[in-house]
């Protein structure tokens, strides 16, 4: 493991932490989506300092988006926990509809037996 971050990371843990907070502000701090942010990212210090060091500009900003969005993930799942354990209940009783199944009433797809 390498003490070296890219700076990049440095814009991109901070934005998608700002992101996840607006959606989250009731139920989370600020401050414990960025530690959360800033855990991950260390965790994966090496890979990611490896993708933001691309030489093709091209494939570094395809490797800044990749990041960000599994910084996303990571931040939105530590969130809806949170959530969930402020609200009073379990992450997994939520569940999701595809649009077509809440405006026609018909589950698309096979049906679970």
């Given at each position: 493991?390498?003490?070296?971050?890219?700076?990049?990371?440095?814009?991109?843990?901070?934005?998608?932490?700002?992101?996840?907070?607006?959606?989250?502000?009731?139920?989370?701090?600020?401050?414990?989506?960025?530690?959360?942010?800033?855990?991950?990212?260390?965790?994966?210090?090496?890979?990611?300092?490896?993708?933001?060091s691309d030489d093709s500009d091209i494939q570094?900003?395809?490797n800044e988006k990749k990041i960000a969005w599994?910084?996303?993930?990571?931040?939105?799942?530590?969130?809806?926990?949170?959530?969930?354990?402020?609200?009073?209940?379990?992450?997994?009783?939520?569940?999701?509809?595809?649009?077509?199944?809440?405006?026609?009433?018909?589950?698309?797809?096979?049906?679970?037996?």
């Amino acid at each position: 493991m390498t003490n070296y971050l890219h700076p990049t990371l440095d814009e991109l843990v901070p934005s998608v932490v700002y992101t996840i907070h607006r959606k989250y502000r009731q139920w989370v701090e600020k401050g414990d989506l960025l530690q959360e942010g800033w855990a991950f990212v260390l965790s994966r210090a090496d890979q990611f300092n490896e993708l933001l060091s691309d030489d093709s500009d091209i494939q570094r900003k395809w490797n800044e988006k990749k990041i960000a969005w599994q910084i996303r993930r990571t931040l939105e799942r530590y969130a809806r926990k949170e959530k969930a354990a402020k609200s009073g209940y379990q992450i997994n009783d939520e569940t999701y509809y595809d649009t077509v199944s809440i405006v026609t009433g018909k589950q698309i797809g096979r049906a679970h037996v």
